[in-house]
C-alpha cells in the first residue's frame, strides 16, 4: 500500500428524511407527527464522513441527482473536508432519499429510494481515475451497481491502492466471484459474514471458520465486526469499549472509516482495528449518523 495517506471512498450518498409519531399509520390514514429532522446518510457518505474527521485526505466518488438534496449532499461533504471532484450529477434520477417513520417505542419504518445511486457506472469511475492516481485506499459498499465497484477495485489496483469492501447489504445470492478476488480487506458485520459465507457468525469460533471460508472463497484478509464483543482480526477478538448505547446506527460505517483513516496513516491492522472500535463506541453513544462520528479530538478526550 502506497503511503499517501488518501483515500477515496466509491459509494451512495443520502438524505433521510425523519419524523416521529405515536404509532404508525393504517393504510389511508393520516395522522400528526412531530420532530422532522433532514440527515445526511448513505453508508458510502457516512464512512467518508468518519474518516475525514478522524484526519484523513478523502476524496468520494458518487452520484447524485440534479436538485437541492444533492446540492446540500455536495455542501455537506465540502464543510468535512472531503474532495467532491469525483461526484457527477444527473437529471435521469433524483438524488437517493430514505424516508423514516419513529414510533413512540423506537421502532421505524424506512422506504429507501436510491435514485442516482443506482445509476454510478463504470464510465464515472473512468472520468474520475485521476483521484485513484495517488490513493493509499479504495473503500467501497454496496449500496451502488457493482460493475462500478468492480470498475473502481481494477481502477485502484492498477495504481497500487488497497481495496477495501464493506459487503453491506449483503447480497441473498452471494458476492461476484470476480468483485470478491478483487477485494484486500473485507469487512462484513457478523450478518454479512453468515449471509456471504452459508455458516453462522454467532460467536468467535463460528465468527473464525466464516473468515476462513470468505478468504478461501478470494478475499485478501477478513475482518468481521461483532457488536459490542469488537472485531474479529485474524482470528483474534480487538475487544469494544465500554460505553452506553444511545443509538447504533452507523457504528459500523464509522468503523471501516476510522479503520481505514489509520491504516492510511500507516498503522498495522490490529491497531487500526482498535482505533475504529473506540471510534464506533463513540458514534453509538451519541443519537444519530454523521452528526454523531467523532473527531480525533473527540477521541483523545475520551481517553
Known amino acids: 500500500m502506497k503511503n499517501t495517506g488518501r483515500i477515496v471512498v466509491v459509494g451512495s450518498a443520502n438524505t433521510d428524511l425523519v419524523i416521529s409519531t405515536c404509532r404508525f399509520p393504517q393504510p389511508g390514514e393520516t395522522i400528526a407527527g412531530h420532530g422532522f429532522m433532514s440527515n445526511r446518510g448513505g453508508k458510502g457518505a457516512n464512512q ?3 474518516a ?4 484523513a485526505e478523502v476524496a468520494f466518488v458518487g452520484k447524485l441527482g440534479r436538485d437541492v438534496y444533492g446540492e446540500q449532499t455536495l455542501e455537506a461533504l465540502a464543510r468535512e473536508g472531503i474532495s467532491t471532484e469525483g461526484v457527477s450529477t444527473t437529471a435521469a434520477a433524483p438524488s437517493g432519499i430514505a424516508v423514516i417513520t419513529v414510533d413512540a417505542n423506537g421502532e421505524n419504518t424506512i422506504i429507501v ?3 442516482a445511486n443506482n445509476l454510478l457506472s463504470a464510465e464515472d469511475i473512468a472520468a474520475a481515475e485521476g483521484l485513484f492516481s495517488d490513493a493509499a485506499i479504495v473503500l467501497m459498499q454496496l449500496e451502488t451497481p457493482v460493475e462500478a465497484l468492480l470498475a473502481a477495485a481494477q481502477t485502484a489496483h492498477r495504481h497500487g491502492a488497497l481495496v477495501v469492501l464493506n459487503p453491506a447489504p449483503a447480497p ?4 461476484p466471484e470476480e468483485l470478491l478476488h478483487a477485494v484486500d480487506l473485507l469487512i462484513p458485520n457478523q450478518t454479512e459474514a453468515a449471509l456471504l459465507s452459508g ?6 469460533e463460528s465468527a473464525c471458520r466464516a473468515a476462513e471460508d470468505l478468504c478461501r472463497r478470494g478475499a485478501g484478509r477478513v475482518i468481521i465486526t461483532m457488536g459490542s464483543q469488537g472485531a474479529l482480526v485474524d482470528g483474534r477478538l480487538v475487544k469494544s469499549y465500554p460505553t452506553t448505547v444511545v443509538d447504533t446506527t452507523a457504528a459500523g460505517d464509522t468503523f471501516c472509516g476510522a479503520l481505514c483513516a489509520r491504516l492510511a496513516a500507516g498503522d498495522d ?8 472500535c473506540r471510534a464506533a463506541a463513540f458514534t453509538v453513544s451519541r443519537k444519530g449518523a454523521q452528526q454523531a462520528m467523532p473527531t480525533q479530538k473527540d477521541l483523545v478526550s475520551r481517553c
Not at 475525514?52 to 484526519?55: F, I, M, N, V
Not at 441473498?172 to 458476492?175: A, C, I, Q, V
Not at 455458516?199 to 468467535?204: F, I, L, N, W
Open 48 to 50: 467518508a464522513v468518519a
Open 52 to 55: 475525514a474527521r478522524l484526519g
Open 113 to 115: 429510494d436510491g435514485g
Open 172 to 175: 441473498s445470492g452471494g458476492l
Open 199 to 204: 455458516m453462522g457468525a454467532d460467536d468467535v
Open 269 to 276: 491492522l490490529a491497531t487500526a482495528a482498535d482505533y475504529a
